[in-house]
C-alpha cells in the first residue's frame, strides 16, 4: 500500500522560505505525485505535480512563480520548495498521488497526513 508522510512545515515571517517534504513508498507502479494545501474555510487545491515517467512538472497558473517542486529518486522523496511565502500561503500542505495527470482532488487514490505551514506578517 503506498504511504506518504509530509514534513518540513512550520512558522515562517512573510517573505521567507520552506522546504516541505514527502516521503513516498508502496508504488508498484508509474506514477504523479504532488502537493495541494487547504486554508482554513476554503477548498483543498492543487499547488503542483510532478510524473514519474519523464519528470515533467505541471503548476497552476496561480502557482507558478514561487514554488518549485522536485523529486530525489534515490530517497524516494518529494520535495516542494516555497519562496517569497505570503499570509495567505497560510495552509495545511498535503502529499497526494494518483494515476492521473495533472493531479486534482476529485483524482487522488492517496493522500498524507498533512503539514501545517504558518506565514505570519
Known amino acids: 500500500e503506498v504511504q506518504l508522510v509530509e514534513s518540513g512545515g512550520g512558522s515562517v515571517q512573510a517573505g521567507g522560505s520552506l522546504r516541505l517534504s514527502c516521503s513516498a513508498s508502496?508504488?508498484?507502479?508509474?506514477?504523479?505525485i504532488g502537493w495541494f494545501r487547504q486554508a482554513p474555510g476554503k477548498e483543498r487545491e492543487g499547488v503542483s505535480c510532478?510524473?514519474?515517467?519523464?519528470?515533467?512538472?505541471y503548476y497552476p497558473e496561480s502557482m507558478k512563480g514561487r514554488f518549485t517542486i522536485s523529486t530525489d529518486n534515490a530517497k524516494n522523496t518529494m520535495y516542494l520548495q516555497m519562496n517569497s511565502l505570503k499570509r495567505e500561503d497560510t495552509a495545511v500542505y498535503y502529499c497526494?498521488?494518483?494515476?492521473?495527470?495533472?493531479?486534482?482532488?476529485?483524482?487522488?487514490?492517496?493522500w498524507g497526513q498533512g503539514t501545517q505551514v504558518t506565514v505570519s506578517s
Open positions: 497526494a498521488t494518483a494515476y492521473a495527470w495533472p493531479l486534482g482532488v476529485s483524482t487522488i487514490h492517496y
Open positions: 508502496g508504488f508498484t507502479d508509474n506514477y504523479v
Open positions: 510532478i510524473s514519474s515517467i519523464d519528470g515533467s512538472t
